[in-house]
Structures are given as structure tokens and as C-alpha cells.
């Protein structure tokens, strides 16, 4: 081998390792800020990591308490399931962005999803105030005289010059023996709350929950006053 080409394969090599040293060095900088990105992920999950607070409105006094009184409608009431959108099927706590947007609170849910828990408000109210011979939930082997059931629209905070929330809530009662539709109640209030904290919104939408079924229980009590059972 002449010394030319002896210099030119020497400077050969000289220019792999070189590259061969840059490569590694790249390598080492790259695991070493993915580490650091891996640890950072990792805090950061840890941190924001917060516990779901939950709510619920508040229920009548034991219905099996209540005394029937004697002047009671000798009836049976069924209360069947209270429809409503998937929002107020879930436990979330709804708020509105205006007419269109609607969005939920991530921490902040229901102990129960809204339409059952008026469900239940409802039936321990008329249970509790001793005006029937009999309430219960309907189901497929319950028998009854009339059967009520209802459709849930709104239950939500609302933005606007003020917080409130707003309950829209409509009922109807069919009569079993003749398969009519007697009555029906169609409430819809906006409830101011105190402030824009979420255990402010859920005070005020318990409020409205308790003043809608005030409302339907007295309605009923003025139907079957007008239309006594014989």
C-alpha cells in the first residue's frame, strides 16, 4: 500500500468513528430528554388527579310514617319512569352556555341521575301526604287505578344577567280502567341561585325541584276533588 492510500483510509476511518461518536451522542440526548418527558407525564397525572364531589336533593320524611288521612282519594297511583335526554339520564350536573350549548361539570355529579331522583322526591311526596290509599312505583306486576308518568326537559344552571337554574318538567295521569288521559301538569321555573358555585346551583335546583312538586301534588289534590271516585 503506497502512503497515499495508506493517509486516505486512516482519514477514512477517522471520519466513521467521528460520526459513529455523534451518532451515540444524539442517541444518549434523545433517552434522556424522553425520560424527562415520561417523569413530567407522570407528575402531571398525579397532580391533577381530583376527587368527584356528589349532590342530591333532598327527599321527603320516611313515607312509611305517613298516616292516611281520612278524607284520603280511596285510589292506587302508579308512578311510572320520568323520560327525559341522555344528559339527565347520567349523573352529571348540566350547565347552559346559552340557548344552544349545553356542557357538564366533571367533578362535580349527582348522586343519582336527575329524572330518577325527581322520581322518588315525587313519590315519597305523595306517600307522605297521606291523600291515597296507595303509591308505588308502577311495574309490570303492580296493579293500580291510575297511572302517572312524566318527561323532564330542563334541569340546569343557566348564565345569564344572573346564575339560576331552570327545571322544566311536564306530567299526565291516565286512568287504567278507560285508558284516558285525565290530567296533566306542565311546570317550568327559573330559580335564581345565590352565587355561580356549584353547592349554590345545586341548592337552587333542589328549591325548584321541591316548589314543582308542591305544585303537581296540589294539582292532583284538585282534580280528584273535582272529580270525586265513587
Known amino acids: 500500500m503506497s502512503r497515499r ?4 483510509e ?3 476511518r477517522d471520519r466513521e468513528s467521528t460520526r459513529h461518536g455523534q451518532l451515540s ?6 433517552g434522556f430528554f424522553a425520560a424527562v418527558a415520561l417523569m413530567i407525564a407522570l407528575l402531571y397525572g398525579c397532580g391533577s388527579t381530583r376527587p ?5 336533593l333532598t327527599i321527603p320524611s320516611d313515607a312509611a310514617a305517613a298516616v292516611e288521612k281520612p278524607d284520603a282519594v280511596p285510589v292506587s297511583l302508579l ?13 352529571r350536573i348540566v350547565y347552559g352556555n346559552g340557548p344552544e350549548q349545553l356542557g357538564t361539570y366533571e367533578y362535580q355529579r349527582w348522586a343519582e341521575p ?11 311526596e305523595l306517600r307522605s ?20 308518568r312524566g318527561r323532564l326537559y330542563d334541569f340546569k344552571e343557566v348564565d345569564g344577567g344572573t346564575t339560576s337554574t331552570r327545571l322544566t318538567l311536564e306530567l299526565e295521569m291516565r286512568d287504567l280502567k278507560t285508558g284516558a288521559t285525565v290530567w296533566s301538569h306542565y ?25 314543582a312538586v308542591k305544585e303537581v301534588v296540589e294539582s292532583l289534590d284538585q282534580y280528584f276533588a273535582s272529580h270525586p271516585i265513587k
Open 187 to 211: 311546570y317550568t321555573h327559573d330559580e335564581p341561585a345565590s352565587g355561580k358555585a356549584v353547592p349554590e346551583i345545586v341548592v337552587a335546583l333542589d328549591k325548584n325541584v321541591q316548589r
Open 10 to 12: 486512516l482519514g477514512l
Open 129 to 148: 301526604s297521606g291523600r291515597y290509599r296507595a303509591v308505588h312505583y308502577r311495574r309490570s306486576n303492580m296493579k293500580g287505578d291510575f297511572a302517572i
Open 52 to 56: 368527584a364531589k356528589y349532590y342530591q
Open 5 to 8: 492510500q495508506f493517509c486516505m
Open 25 to 30: 451522542n444524539a442517541w444518549r440526548r434523545a
Open 79 to 91: 308512578l311510572g319512569a320520568v323520560m327525559t335526554s341522555h344528559l339527565y339520564r347520567e349523573d
Open 114 to 124: 336527575p329524572a330518577e331522583m325527581i322520581q322518588e322526591v315525587l313519590l315519597r
